[in-house]
C-alpha cells in the first residue's frame, strides 16, 4: 500500500450540493507527486477549454503532498488551483501556515470544487466528514482574519485551519488572494476570485488522521537531520533580515524595482531595507507549523494614523507598496500589507496595480476624482493606503478597474498605458527590475503563470554572476540553467515544501530520497527532474490549449526601450533580438518547437501521450 | 499544535507563541482529583507518571491542572502530559533538544534563580560600562 499520501479525493458540485469521495489512483500519485503536478493533470483532464476563469465552469482544486503532517521542514503547505481569472492560463497559488498539516490530518488529499453555490457557504472538513456550512454571517461582513477567528471560535478549536476570502475576492477582484493563518497567502493569479465566484468563503480544516511512512526508522533520521539544516546556513537570510535584505542588495544591483519600474535604485532604499526593519520595525519573527526558519517578520505601525497595525512584511510586499509606487514611510506600507492580506488582494498585484494608477494619474489618464478624491501622486503613502482599500471594495471608477489587474486596466486605459503595466501574461511582476537581470528576463518572460520569479528562479544565476547579466549572450547555457531549477522547483511545489529550504538538500537524489523513504515509491535524482519536467510540460499543455501564443512569452515594453536614468543598470535595455533568441534557446533546451510547443517525441518521452493531438 | 503532544503551543494574535507543559506542581490537583488514582509523582524526578492501564479517560485531571497542560491522547483515550520523553527511546527532552530558536529549556527552579541574578547584574554593570564609556567621550569632546 502507498504510505505517506492519504490518498483521498473530494469532488464537490456546489452547484448541486453533491460530495463524492473517492480514492486517486496510484499511478496519479506516482507520476504526478501532489500539490502543482496533480493540478496539471486534474485540470489538463477535467477543464473545458475556453470557459470563463470566472463562472462555474470554472474548478477549483485544493491539493497538498505527501509530506505534510511528517517531520519534514517547511512541509504543512498546500495549493490552490484553477484558471487563472488574472492571466486566463493556468492559476496556481501555494501557501504555508497550519492549513496543509490540518488538511492531512483532516483525511483529505484533493478537493475539486465545481459549480457554483446558491448562497454563500463555506467548507469545513471535521475529521473526514465534509460539511458545508452556510456563510451568510461572514460573506460581506468579515474579513479573513476575522472569519479564521469566527470558525474558531464556532468550533471551539484554535487549531483548526482556515483559509478565507476577503471582500476583494466575494467582489471577484481579478487579483483576490486567500489568506489564511493571518500572514499567510495564497496569493498569486487571482484564486481568491475563483474563491468568491463559488460563492465560497472559506475552507476549514482539522482533524486526528495518523501518517504512515514507508521507512519509519531511515526517515526520522534524515527528517531530523534536515530539521537541523533548515536552521543552517542555507536559510541564514531568512531567519535574520529577512527576505527585506534584497532592498539593498538589489539596490547595489540596480535591479529594486522604483517608481512603477523607471527606474532600479533610489536614494532612500535604506528607509525599507531589511537592516532598519530589523532595527525600527520588526517586533516578532513566527513560523508556519513545522518550520524551524520563522520567516515572518511581523511589523508594528509606531505612529500616525496607522499606528497599531500589525503585518508580516517581506520583500515582496515591501518593494510593490513601498518603491514601487515610491512610498518610504514603513507605518503606510505595514497598514497596506495589513489591509491585502485581511480584505483578500495580492500584495505583489496589488502594489503594482498602485504604482501603475499612481503612473496613469501623472501623465492623466486617471483623475482625482476617479481616485475617489486622492491626490494618487507616486510617495503618496496615505493615498497608495485609501487606494488599497478601494481595489478591495470597488468603490470607485480607478478602484473598481486596477482591482482586475494593470493588463486589463490598460487595455480600459487604452492610450499607451500598456507600455507601462508592469505584468507579463497579465501577471504583475515581481521585484526585480529586469533590464538588469538578462536570465532572469526571459526566465520570468517563459514562466507557465505569468510574470514570476518562483517557477525557475533565473534571476539567481544573474546576480550570483553566473552570466553576464547586462548582456543577452550565451543563450544556450542560460536556457539550459533555467530548465534545470524549473523542472526542481515544479518538484517543490509539488512535494509541495518552500522554497526557502531548496539550499538544505545536498543533491537531487537527497531531495527524491525522502519522497522515497515517506511513500515507499522509488525515486532518484534523475527520475525526479523528469517528473518535474513532465510536470511543467503538462501545465504549458494547458496554456497552449487555451491559447497561449509565442508573442504571449514577453515583458513590457518599458524594458525594451526606456532605460534607467541613474545607477549601475544606467542606459540598458533589452536587445528584443537578444530576448527573442534566449526564448528560442529556451524552447529548444525544452524539446519544443520554434513556437514554443511541445513535440510529439517530447511528449511521449514524458508519458504525456494522452495529450498528443489535443494542441491546436 | 500537533496531534497526541506531550507539550502544547499556544498562539495568541497578533505576536504571542509560547510552549506550555506540564510545571511539575509540588501538591498536583491531577494526582488528588483522579478516581483512579492512576497518577503518581515520582519523588525523585517531579515527574507525574499515568498508569494507562488504569486510566479510563474521564478527563477529571484534565478540568483541574491550572496550566492546561494535560490532554486526551485522541485514539488510545488515556490522559497524556509531558514526562520529559522518559518513555521514549532518547529518554531525554527532545523539545529542548530539537527546538531550533533554543525558546525552551528545563531547569531546577534555584538554577533558573541564579540565572536571572547573573542576568541582572549583567545588565547593571553593561549600564555602568555605558555610562563609564560616554563620560569618556565626553570628556575627549570637550578637550578637543
Same mark, same amino acid.
Given at each position: 500500500?502507498?504510505?505517506?499520501?492519504?490518498?483521498?479525493?473530494?469532488?464537490?458540485?456546489?452547484?448541486?450540493?453533491?460530495?463524492? *469521495?473517492?480514492? /486517486?489512483?496510484?499511478?496519479? /500519485?506516482?507520476?504526478?507527486?501532489?500539490?502543482?503536478?496533480?493540478?496539471?493533470?486534474?485540470?489538463?483532464?477535467?477543464?473545458?477549454?475556453?470557459?470563463?476563469?470566472?463562472?462555474?465552469? @470554472?474548478?477549483?482544486?485544493?491539493?497538498?503532498?505527501?509530506?505534510?503532517?511528517?517531520?519534514?521542514?517547511?512541509?504543512?503547505?498546500?495549493?490552490?488551483?484553477?484558471?487563472?481569472?488574472?492571466? &486566463?492560463?493556468?492559476?496556481?497559488?501555494?501557501?504555508? =501556515?497550519?492549513?496543509?498539516?490540518?488538511?492531512?490530518?483532516?483525511?483529505?488529499?484533493? +478537493?475539486?470544487?465545481?459549480?457554483?453555490?446558491?448562497?454563500?457557504?463555506? /467548507?469545513?472538513?471535521?475529521?473526514?466528514?465534509?460539511?458545508?456550512?452556510?456563510?451568510?454571517?461572514?460573506?460581506?461582513?468579515?474579513?479573513?482574519?476575522?472569519?479564521?477567528?469566527?470558525?474558531?471560535?464556532?468550533?471551539?478549536?484554535?487549531?483548526?485551519?482556515?483559509?478565507?476570502?476577503?471582500?476583494?475576492?466575494?467582489?471577484?477582484?481579478?487579483?483576490?488572494?486567500?489568506?489564511?493563518?493571518?500572514?499567510?497567502?495564497?496569493?498569486?493569479?487571482?484564486?481568491?476570485? *475563483?474563491?468568491?465566484?463559488?460563492?465560497?468563503?472559506?475552507?476549514?480544516?482539522?482533524?486526528?488522521?495518523?501518517?504512515?511512512?514507508?521507512?519509519? #526508522? $531511515?526517515?526520522?533520521?534524515?527528517?531530523?537531520?534536515?530539521?537541523?539544516?533548515?536552521?543552517?546556513?542555507?536559510?541564514?537570510?531568512?531567519?535574520?533580515?529577512?527576505?527585506?535584505? @534584497?532592498?539593498?542588495?538589489?539596490? %547595489?544591483?540596480?535591479?529594486?524595482? *522604483?517608481?512603477?519600474?523607471?527606474? &532600479?535604485?533610489?536614494?532612500?532604499?535604506?528607509?525599507?531595507?531589511?537592516?532598519?526593519?530589523?532595527?525600527?520595525?520588526?517586533?516578532?519573527?513566527?513560523?508556519?507549523?513545522?518550520?524551524?526558519?520563522?520567516?515572518?517578520?511581523?511589523?508594528?505601525?509606531?505612529?500616525?494614523?496607522?499606528?497599531? !497595525?500589525?503585518?508580516?512584511?517581506?520583500?515582496?510586499?515591501?518593494?510593490?507598496? &513601498?518603491?514601487?509606487?515610491?512610498?518610504?514611510?514603513?507605518?503606510?506600507? +505595514? #497598514?497596506?500589507?495589513?489591509?491585502?492580506?485581511?480584505?483578500?488582494?495580492?500584495?505583489?498585484?496589488?502594489?503594482?496595480?498602485?504604482?501603475?494608477?499612481?503612473?496613469?494619474?501623472?501623465?492623466?489618464?486617471?483623475?482625482?476624482?476617479?481616485?475617489?478624491?486622492?491626490?494618487?501622486?507616486?510617495? @503618496?503613502?496615505?493615498?497608495? *493606503?485609501?487606494?488599497?482599500?478601494?481595489?478591495?471594495?470597488?468603490?470607485?471608477?480607478?478602484?473598481?478597474?486596477?482591482? @482586475?489587474?494593470?493588463?486589463?486596466?490598460?487595455?480600459?486605459?487604452?492610450?499607451?498605458?500598456?507600455?507601462?503595466?508592469?505584468?507579463?501574461?497579465?501577471?504583475?511582476?515581481?521585484?526585480?527590475?529586469?533590464?538588469? /537581470?538578462?536570465?532572469?528576463?526571459?526566465?520570468?518572460?517563459? !514562466?507557465?503563470?505569468?510574470?514570476?520569479?518562483?517557477?525557475?528562479?533565473?534571476?539567481?544565476?544573474?546576480?550570483?554572476?553566473?552570466?553576464?547579466?547586462?548582456?543577452?549572450?550565451?543563450?544556450?547555457?542560460?536556457?539550459?540553467?533555467?530548465?534545470?531549477?524549473?523542472?526542481?522547483?515544479?518538484?517543490?511545489?509539488?512535494?509541495?515544501?518552500?522554497?526557502?529550504?531548496?539550499?538544505?538538500?545536498?543533491?537531487?537524489?537527497?531531495?527524491?530520497?525522502?519522497?522515497?523513504?515517506?511513500?515507499?515509491?522509488?525515486?532518484?535524482?534523475?527520475?525526479?527532474?523528469?517528473?518535474?519536467?513532465?510536470?511543467?510540460?503538462? !501545465?504549458?499543455?494547458?496554456?497552449?490549449?487555451? =491559447?497561449?501564443?509565442?508573442?504571449?512569452?514577453?515583458?513590457?515594453?518599458?524594458?525594451?526601450?526606456?532605460?534607467?536614468?541613474?545607477?549601475?543598470?544606467?542606459?540598458?535595455?533589452?536587445?528584443?533580438?537578444?530576448?527573442?533568441?534566449?526564448?528560442?534557446?529556451?524552447?529548444?533546451?525544452?524539446?519544443?518547437?520554434?513556437?514554443?510547443?511541445?513535440?510529439?517525441?517530447?511528449? #511521449? $518521452?514524458?508519458?504525456?501521450?494522452?495529450?498528443?493531438?489535443?494542441? %491546436? | 499544535?500537533?496531534?497526541?503532544?506531550?507539550?502544547?503551543?499556544?498562539?495568541?494574535?497578533?505576536?504571542?507563541?509560547?510552549?506550555?507543559?506540564?510545571?511539575?506542581?509540588?501538591?498536583?490537583?491531577?494526582?488528588?482529583?483522579?478516581?483512579?488514582?492512576?497518577?503518581?509523582?515520582?519523588?525523585?524526578?517531579?515527574?507525574?507518571?499515568?498508569?494507562?492501564?488504569?486510566?479510563?479517560?474521564?478527563?477529571?485531571?484534565?478540568?483541574?491542572?491550572?496550566?492546561?497542560?494535560?490532554?486526551?491522547?485522541?485514539?488510545?483515550?488515556?490522559?497524556?502530559?509531558?514526562?520529559?520523553?522518559?518513555?521514549?527511546?532518547?529518554?531525554?527532552?527532545?523539545?529542548?533538544?530539537?527546538?531550533?530558536?533554543?525558546?525552551?529549556?528545563?531547569?531546577?527552579?534555584?538554577?533558573?534563580?541564579?540565572?536571572?541574578?547573573?542576568?541582572?547584574?549583567?545588565?547593571?554593570?553593561?549600564?555602568?560600562?555605558?555610562?563609564?564609556?560616554?563620560?569618556?567621550?565626553?570628556?575627549?569632546?570637550?578637550?578637543?
Amino acid at each position: 500500500m502507498v504510505k505517506g499520501y492519504i490518498g483521498k479525493v473530494a469532488k464537490i458540485n456546489l452547484t448541486k450540493d453533491k460530495i463524492e *469521495v473517492g480514492n /486517486l489512483p496510484e499511478e496519479y /500519485l506516482r507520476d504526478y507527486i501532489g500539490g502543482y503536478g496533480f493540478a496539471a493533470k486534474t485540470l489538463w483532464d477535467e477543464l473545458k477549454p475556453g470557459i470563463d476563469p470566472l463562472s462555474p465552469d @470554472n474548478i477549483l482544486i485544493v491539493n497538498i503532498g505527501p509530506f505534510p503532517g511528517t517531520y519534514l521542514p517547511t512541509s504543512s503547505k498546500y495549493g490552490v488551483f484553477a484558471k487563472s481569472p488574472l492571466t &486566463g492560463i493556468f492559476g496556481m497559488a501555494i501557501s504555508s =501556515g497550519s492549513v496543509g498539516q490540518q488538511m492531512r490530518q483532516s483525511g483529505l488529499q484533493q +478537493i475539486q470544487f465545481y459549480g457554483k453555490a446558491s448562497k454563500p457557504v463555506y /467548507l469545513f472538513v471535521d475529521d473526514g466528514d465534509i460539511q458545508i456550512h452556510d456563510a451568510k454571517d461572514m460573506w460581506g461582513k468579515l474579513d479573513s482574519w476575522q472569519t479564521e477567528d469566527k470558525i474558531r471560535e464556532e468550533f471551539h478549536d484554535e487549531r483548526i485551519g482556515v483559509a478565507a476570502i476577503g471582500k476583494a475576492g466575494e467582489r471577484l477582484s481579478r487579483i483576490a488572494c486567500i489568506t489564511n493563518d493571518r500572514n499567510r497567502q495564497a496569493g498569486r493569479t487571482g484564486m481568491g476570485a *475563483v474563491m468568491g465566484s463559488k460563492n465560497l468563503k472559506a475552507l476549514a480544516f482539522r482533524g486526528t488522521h495518523e501518517i504512515e511512512v514507508a521507512k519509519p #526508522k $531511515e526517515w526520522k533520521s534524515i527528517a531530523l537531520d534536515l530539521i537541523k539544516r533548515a536552521n543552517g546556513p542555507a536559510t541564514l537570510k531568512y531567519r535574520d533580515l529577512g527576505t527585506p535584505i @534584497n532592498t539593498l542588495n538589489f539596490q %547595489k544591483l540596480g535591479c529594486l524595482p *522604483v517608481d512603477n519600474f523607471r527606474e &532600479g535604485t533610489s536614494d532612500r532604499a535604506i528607509e525599507i531595507s531589511g537592516e532598519v526593519m530589523a532595527e525600527k520595525w520588526v517586533v516578532k519573527k513566527a513560523a508556519c507549523s513545522c518550520c524551524p526558519i520563522a520567516c515572518d517578520h511581523l511589523c508594528l505601525a509606531k505612529e500616525g494614523p496607522y499606528k497599531g !497595525s500589525i503585518s508580516s512584511v517581506d520583500f515582496e510586499s515591501l518593494f510593490a507598496l &513601498g518603491c514601487c509606487s515610491g512610498v518610504y514611510d514603513m507605518n503606510a506600507i +505595514i #497598514k497596506a500589507i495589513e489591509m491585502c492580506d485581511r480584505d483578500g488582494i495580492d500584495t505583489i498585484s496589488g502594489g503594482i496595480c498602485v504604482s501603475f494608477a499612481m503612473e496613469a494619474f501623472e501623465k492623466g489618464y486617471l483623475t482625482r476624482e476617479d481616485c475617489g478624491g486622492v491626490e494618487l501622486k507616486f510617495g @503618496n503613502g496615505d493615498g497608495m *493606503v485609501s487606494f488599497v482599500d478601494q481595489m478591495c471594495s470597488r468603490n470607485t471608477k480607478a478602484g473598481d478597474l486596477l482591482s @482586475n489587474g494593470t493588463r486589463f486596466a490598460a487595455q480600459k486605459i487604452g492610450k499607451d498605458a500598456m507600455h507601462f503595466a508592469m505584468q507579463s501574461k497579465g501577471l504583475e511582476l515581481p521585484g526585480y527590475h529586469l533590464s538588469a /537581470l538578462k536570465t532572469a528576463a526571459v526566465g520570468f518572460a517563459v !514562466s507557465i503563470r505569468g510574470g514570476c520569479h518562483l517557477r525557475n528562479g533565473a534571476y539567481s544565476p544573474d546576480q550570483k554572476g553566473t552570466f553576464d547579466r547586462f548582456k543577452e549572450d550565451r543563450p544556450d547555457e542560460r536556457a539550459k540553467e533555467i530548465k534545470k531549477v524549473e523542472d526542481n522547483y515544479a518538484i517543490i511545489d509539488s512535494y509541495i515544501i518552500c522554497k526557502f529550504t531548496r539550499g538544505i538538500y545536498k543533491n537531487d537524489d537527497e531531495m527524491a530520497q525522502v519522497y522515497e523513504l515517506v511513500t515507499g515509491f522509488p525515486l532518484n535524482g534523475k527520475q525526479m527532474s523528469k517528473v518535474g519536467e513532465r510536470i511543467v510540460n503538462l !501545465s504549458k499543455c494547458f496554456n497552449i490549449r487555451e =491559447g497561449w501564443k509565442r508573442d504571449d512569452d514577453t515583458l513590457p515594453e518599458r524594458f525594451f526601450s526606456e532605460p534607467q536614468t541613474r545607477g549601475p543598470a544606467k542606459g540598458i535595455t533589452i536587445d528584443r533580438k537578444g530576448f527573442e533568441a534566449m526564448k528560442s534557446a529556451y524552447y529548444a533546451a525544452r524539446g519544443w518547437d520554434e513556437n514554443g510547443i511541445p513535440t510529439k517525441e517530447k511528449l #511521449k $518521452e514524458l508519458g504525456l501521450d494522452f495529450v498528443i493531438g489535443k494542441l %491546436k | 499544535m500537533a496531534l497526541n503532544s506531550r507539550i502544547q503551543r499556544i498562539r495568541i494574535e497578533p505576536v504571542i507563541n509560547y510552549a506550555m507543559s506540564c510545571q511539575f506542581c509540588t501538591d498536583p490537583p491531577c494526582v488528588a482529583v483522579c478516581p483512579q488514582k492512576c497518577m503518581e509523582k515520582d519523588a525523585k524526578t517531579g515527574v507525574i507518571h499515568v498508569n494507562e492501564d488504569k486510566c479510563d479517560g474521564c478527563s477529571f485531571c484534565i478540568r483541574v491542572c491550572p496550566f492546561g497542560a494535560i490532554s486526551l491522547h485522541t485514539t488510545r483515550k488515556k490522559a497524556i502530559l509531558c514526562d520529559l520523553c522518559e518513555s521514549t527511546e532518547e529518554k531525554e527532552p527532545q523539545c529542548v533538544k530539537y527546538c531550533p530558536k533554543e525558546a525552551i529549556s528545563i531547569k531546577p527552579v534555584n538554577a533558573m534563580s541564579q540565572e536571572a541574578r547573573k542576568e541582572q547584574v549583567l545588565a547593571l554593570i553593561k549600564g555602568i560600562e555605558k555610562e563609564a564609556k560616554e563620560t569618556q567621550k565626553e570628556a575627549s569632546a570637550a578637550k578637543a
